[in-house]
């Protein structure tokens, strides 16, 4: 909710610490205090170093079963650990204590990958076939999947030593990819937009309104906010291409997407026939935007208006016959004809699946750009959704034309 503007001031969101309870994360359902986080991570270290134990000893079915049970129970412990870390960071970019959470959480999750490295390579120094038998065991039908991706990778797998050190490298690789959220989240301001000030939490429904020139304010400052920081950007960008290639090159890949691909035998031509099926049906896409452009009944698409949503908002409920009322909606000022009503079989894919406080549901200042629920709330919570971001369009656009 917004504060009524006084004196000619932007209206303001709220704060985090003003968002009503039942509106925020459950992180509880993690750790019942920072006080409980603070416990589990002088407790962690002393698990992770624990595992150094089985290197040398995977020689036999239930030895391998043995330390993957335990490395499993270790990983969930981390993978909480880390969740509430980063969640508690990401409501809040200039929460100090937070971002040290997150930074300690990082170093960590790399000590446990710097401590584990000895397991692949000593996995794959087995003999395959014995390998394969074991997979047939009833015990190992919940580890299978995972041996058998190892199993893939054996070309890329190096020495112990080598995976160490391709493990101790992911918390100064974590630092330098939480450069651009600090910018985008904390330092970039966005100016306002129809008296609203624009933060990482609103622009998206700011640039879907049905006010034009409020969606062009919005886009615009939003835009030119990182354009003033291009050159800082295009320097992170190249700083991750080039820890992909160098990750991808010390595992014998011959490119950093097949490196990304390959665990999951995914082949190149997956991503270069989407990219050519893309290519290819451009006109259809041309289209869609004349199509668009039509329906808003605008002279010109501009990119305020790609987002500018196609159906009114139901300002007097649902008919009796369960569409929704007709309503006149177009740019600012402007008029356009009468849309049909929706049928109820019809309506926009934009419901939440929401259980108990997992997604926030009320805009608020300091949401960072990208925002996520962790994968850890399936455990607890299995049938939570998070409805796609601004980050994640692209995939979704391809889902709703696929559909």
Do not use: C
């Not at 870390?85 to 990401?90: D, I, L, V």
């Not at 190992?140 to 493990?167: K, M, N, T, W, Y």
């Not at 159906?311 to 004809?337: E, I, K, M, S, T």
């Amino acid at each position: 909710m917004t504060t009524a503007p006084s004196s000619g001031q932007p209206r303001s969101l709220p704060a985090r610490a003003d968002v009503p309870r039942e509106q925020t994360w459950d992180i509880e359902a993690l750790f019942a205090t920072p006080q409980a986080w603070e416990a589990e991570a002088e407790a962690l270290p002393a698990a992770i170093d624990a595992l150094a134990a089985y290197a040398g000893q995977l020689t036999t079915p239930e030895a391998l079963l043995t330390y993957l049970k335990v490395a499993d129970d270790v990983e969930l412990r981390l993978s909480r650990f880390f969740s509430y870390a980063s969640m508690t960071a990401s409501v809040d970019g200039h929460d100090a204590e937070a971002a040290a959470r997150r930074d300690r959480a990082s170093s960590i999750a790399a000590r446990y990958g710097s401590v584990s490295a000895f397991f692949r390579p000593e996995l794959l120094a087995l003999d395959e076939a014995t390998v394969n038998d074991w997979l047939g065991r009833p015990d190992f039908a919940d580890q299978r999947v995972r041996l058998e991706r190892i199993l893939r990778s054996r070309p890329h797998v190096r020495s112990g030593e080598v995976e160490e050190l391709l493990g101790a490298v992911g918390a100064p690789f974590a630092s330098e990819r939480g450069i651009h959220p600090a910018l985008a989240n904390m330092d970039l301001r966005f100016g306002t937009a129809g008296g609203v000030k624009v933060t990482q939490g609103n622009v998206d429904s700011l640039v879907s309104g049905p006010d034009r020139e409020v969606r062009r304010e919005a886009w615009e400052n939003y835009a030119d906010a990182h354009l003033a920081a291009r050159h800082s950007q295009a320097a992170m960008y190249a700083t991750n291409v080039r820890q992909s290639v160098f990750l991808a090159r010390a595992r014998h890949y011959p490119d950093a997407i097949t490196a990304s691909l390959a665990p999951d035998r995914i082949p190149t031509e997956v991503v270069t026939t989407l990219l050519d099926t893309y290519r290819a049906n451009t006109p259809i896409w041309h289209r869609y935007w004349r199509v668009r452009r039509d329906w808003l009944g605008l002279e010109e698409l501009r990119e305020y208006d790609v987002k500018a949503s196609l159906v009114p908002p139901p300002q007097g409920g649902v008919r009796a016959g369960g569409g929704l009322d007709r309503r006149r909606h177009g740019p600012a000022g402007r008029g356009v004809r009468e849309r049909p009503a929706l049928r109820p079989d019809r309506r926009p894919l934009g419901g939440l699946l929401r259980e108990r406080r997992q997604t926030p549901g009320r805009v608020q200042q300091r949401r960072r750009a990208g925002q996520a629920v962790h994968l850890h709330d399936l455990e607890r919570h299995p049938g939570q959704l998070q409805h796609p971001g601004p980050r994640d369009r692209p995939l979704h656009a391809l889902a709703a034309v696929h559909a």
